[in-house]
C-alpha cells in the first residue's frame, strides 16, 4: 500500500522543478508509505509517490516507467498471477513480481478495459505522455480525493496532501457545513467536504482532459437470477470466502489477523491458520481491549457480553499467538486529534481514534493483515437489516436523527439549508442506484435497497476508518469479504437464504459450519469494542468545557455555544451515527470538528 498524489496542467508547461509543495504532499503521504519514496516530472505533468512495500520489495518502486508509460499506485491485486499470464499471453515482457508492473501493463494492452479483469483494492493514475487516466476499485477500498484549480487537476490519496498544495484552499462553504452535521463522520460520495474537493467513487475511471476529470461507472452492482439451492448458495458462499481470505494472504512479508472473537474476523483467523500452518509458519491475531473496560462493561441489547471469553476460545481453538493492546483512556483521547491528521476531516471519534492506536502498536511487530470490515454490510448483520421497523422507515437507518443533528447549528446558518431536504435527495439517489429484477418480493426488493446505502454509505464510513488510521502507521489492512466475488454473488441472493435461522448473518454462519467453536459460530453480534470507562466522558466534557470557554475557538462560528453545552449534561444516549456513536462520541466529533477547522486554518464562507 502507498500514497499517490500528482498534478496535471492543462498546458504542456514545464513540471522539472520539485517545489515545495510537491515535496509537502510528498512529506503528508509519508506515513502511507515510509519505505520508499520518489517523483516522476514531465511536461505538463509531476506524479508523486510514497511506498509501503509488500510484494517485490526491492524492485516494485514507483514513480514506474514501461515504454513511455508511467503509473503511481496504491493498492494491492489479488489476481496477479492471472492477469500476468493473460498479458504474458499477447507478448508482455515483465522484469519484476510487482503488482504495480502488472496494473501498468494491462493499461498498455487493453487501455481502461484492463479494470475488467482486476480483482483488487487500488486507486492509481498513468501518464501516457499526453494525457493523465485515473481509476477507484469496485467498492472503494483505497481512497482517491481530486481538485480542479483553474487549468490544474491536482490529486492525492488524503486530502490533507491536497490541502499542502497552494492552488487548494481549506473553505467550508454551506455544502461542507451541512455534510459535516447533517451527515458526518458520512460522507456524499464524490464529496471531499472542503469546498472544491473532491473523491472519484468507488468502480470510476476517466480521463482528465483540459485540468478536468471525466469519470465513468465501470462497474455496477447488479441483480441476477438466483437458481442454487440454499444447500449449494451455502457451498458457494463458503468457497468464495476462503478462496478471497486465501488470495488476500499473498504476500512477501508476514501477515496477521485483527481478531475481536466475533464471527467475521474468527472465519479469517481460522482460514489464515491452516493456511499459514501448510506453509509450516504460525498465525499471530492482535486484539484490542480497554482500561477497566470489565470493570464498568454492562451487558445490553447491541452488546451482550465482552469479547475476551470469545478471543480466548479462537486462540485456544486455533493453537496461534495473540497479542492483547489495551487502550487507556488519555492515549485515546490524544488519538482523536491524531485521528484528524490521519483523516485530514473529522470522523468516528473515538470509533477511529482507537483504531489508530491500535495499528500503532500492532504495527511494531507486523505491517500487513487482514480484517473482518464489510462482511455486515454484504450478510445482513446491522440490526437495521433485521427490524422491520427500522428497515422500512425512509432515510439512512444509522442516522435518523436529522432534527438533532440541525439543532447544534447557529440560527443564521439554519436559516440558509432545510435539513430534511438535504438528507433526503441523498437517500432518494442512493436507493434509486440498487438495481432489482422484476418479480422480487416487497421484502427482497427493500433488502437491495438497505445493501445499496450501506455499500455506498456506511461501508464507505468504516472503510475510510480501516484505510486511513491503519496507514497512518504505514500498516496495511486487507478487507476479504469486500471482495468483488462474494459482493456480487451475495447480491443476488435471496433475503430468505441471508436470514437463515432468524440470525444475523445466518446465511454466513452455515456457511462457516466446522471453521469455528459452535459457541463463537453462533454468538450474537457484538459492535466493534469500545471504551466504557467513565473516565473518557469526563476526559472529553473537559475538553469541551475549555473550546467552548475559549471565544476564539473556531467551531464557534458554525456551531450553537448553549447547545454544545446541553451536550455536557446530556443525560441519555442520544445516537449520532448508529449506536457506535452516541453522546460521549458526540462530544469527541465536536471536538474533532473544532481542532479540524483551527489545524487547516479553515475558512468559512456561506
Not at 503521504?29 to 508523486?48: C, H, K, N, T
Not at 485515473?134 to 481512497?143: E, H, I, N
Not at 476460545?313 to 484528524?340: C, Q, S, W
Not at 427482497?444 to 480501516?466: A, H, I, S, Y
Amino acid at each position: 500500500m502507498c500514497g499517490i498524489a500528482g498534478e496535471v496542467l492543462a498546458s504542456l508547461k514545464k513540471q522539472s522543478r520539485l517545489e515545495d509543495c510537491y515535496l509537502a504532499m510528498q512529506k503528508e503521504l509519508a506515513w502511507r508509505g515510509p519505505d520508499q519514496d520518489g517523483f516522476y516530472s514531465d511536461e505538463g505533468v509531476m506524479l508523486i509517490h510514497t511506498r509501503l512495500a509488500v510484494i517485490d520489495v526491492e524492485n516494485g518502486l514507483q514513480p514506474m516507467t514501461r515504454d513511455g508509460f508511467t503509473i503511481v499506485y496504491n493498492g494491492e491485486l489479488y489476481n496477479t498471477d492471472d492477469v500476468r499470464d493473460l498479458l504474458k499471453a499477447r507478448g508482455a515482457v515483465f522484469t519484476t513480481s510487482s503488482d504495480t508492473e502488472v496494473v501498468l501493463r494491462a493499461y498498455m494492452e487493453l487501455g481502461e478495459a484492463c479494470l475488467e479483469l482486476f480483482n483488487g483494492i487500488y486507486a492509481f493514475a498513468v501518464w501516457d505522455g499526453e494525457k493523465l487516466f485515473v481509476a477507484r476499485d469496485r467498492m472503494g477500498v483505497k481512497p482517491f480525493f481530486y481538485a480542479e484549480a483553474g487549468e490544474s487537476f491536482i490529486f492525492a490519496s488524503s486530502v490533507s496532501a491536497l490541502l499542502r498544495h497552494p492552488k487548494v484552499e481549506p473553505i467550508a462553504d454551506l455544502n461542507a457545513i451541512e455534510e459535516l452535521f447533517l451527515l458526518g463522520p458520512g460522507r456524499t460520495p464524490g464529496c471531499g467536504v472542503f469546498k472544491g474537493i473532491k473523491e472519484l467513487p468507488p468502480a470510476c475511471c476517466g480521463y482528465v482532459e483540459d485540468g478536468k476529470l471525466k469519470y465513468r461507472e465501470y462497474w455496477l452492482l447488479r441483480q441476477h437470477e438466483h437458481r442454487d439451492s440454499f444447500e449449494d448458495t451455502v457451498l458457494r458462499t463458503r468457497e468464495l470466502v476462503i478462496n478471497a481470505i486465501k488470495r488476500q494472504l499473498v504476500s512477501d512479508i508476514p501477515v496477521f489477523t485483527f481478531l475481536s472473537g466475533g464471527l467475521d474476523s474468527s472465519i479469517i483467523s481460522s482460514v489464515a491458520a491452516k493456511e499459514l500452518a501448510k506453509q509450516g509458519k504460525e498465525l499471530h491475531t492482535y486484539s484490542v481491549d480497554y482500561v477497566d473496560n470489565g470493570k464498568y462493561f454492562v451487558p445490553g441489547k447491541f452488546q451482550p457480553g465482552s469479547d475476551e471469553e470469545y478471543i480466548n476460545k479462537m486462540n485456544d481453538y486455533l493453537g496461534v499467538t495473540n497479542h492483547r493492546v489495551l487502550i487507556d483512556t488519555p492515549e485515546l483521547v490524544k488519538g482523536l486529534f491524531e485521528a484528524v491528521d490521519a483523516r485530514g476531516l473529522p470522523g468516528m471519534a473515538d470509533v477511529d481514534s482507537s483504531m489508530l492506536v491500535f495499528a500503532r502498536e500492532i504495527k511494531k511487530g507486523y505491517s500487513v493483515g487482514l480484517s473482518g470490515e464489510c462482511a455486515d454490510e454484504i450478510f445482513g448483520g446491522y440490526p437495521w437489516y433485521r427490524d422491520e421497523t427500522i428497515r422500512m422507515a425512509a432515510g439512512f437507518p444509522w442516522s435518523q436523527s436529522t432534527d438533532y443533528r440541525y439543532s447544534f447549528l447557529k440560527p443564521d446558518i439554519k436559516a440558509m439549508i432545510d435539513p430534511h431536504a438535504f438528507v433526503d435527495k441523498r437517500y432518494e439517489d442512493t436507493i434509486a442506484r440498487a438495481h432489482k429484477l422484476a418479480g422480487n418480493s416487497p421484502t427482497d426488493d427493500r433488502m437491495k435497497e438497505m445493501t445499496r446505502l450501506n455499500l455506498d454509505w456506511f461501508m464507505q464510513t468504516l472503510l475510510g476508518r480501516k484505510d486511513f488510521m491503519t496507514m497512518y502507521s504505514g500498516l496495511e489492512a486487507r478487507v476479504p469479504f469486500c471482495d468483488v466475488s462474494i459482493v456480487e454473488y451475495m447480491y443476488s441472493v435471496p433475503w430468505d437464504y441471508m436470514n437463515y435461522q432468524g440470525r444475523e448473518k445466518g446465511l454466513l454462519r452455515k456457511a462457516a459450519e466446522g471453521l469455528l467453536p459452535e459457541d463463537v459460530l453462533w454468538r450474537k453480534k457484538s459492535p466493534y469494542p469500545k471504551t466504557h470507562n467513565p473516565g473518557y466522558m469526563k476526559a472529553v466534557s473537559g475538553l469541551l468545557k475549555e473550546v467552548l470557554e475559549d471565544g476564539s475557538s473556531p467551531i464557534l462560528e458554525i456551531a450553537e455555544k448553549s447547545e454544545l453545552e446541553g451536550l455536557l449534561s446530556a443525560n441519555k444516549p442520544q445516537p449520532w451515527f448508529g449506536q457506535l456513536m452516541t453522546t460521549p462520541q458526540t462530544i469527541a466529533y465536536m471536538l474533532q470538528i473544532n481542532y479540524w477547522m483551527k489545524k487547516y486554518g479553515v475558512k468559512v464562507e456561506l
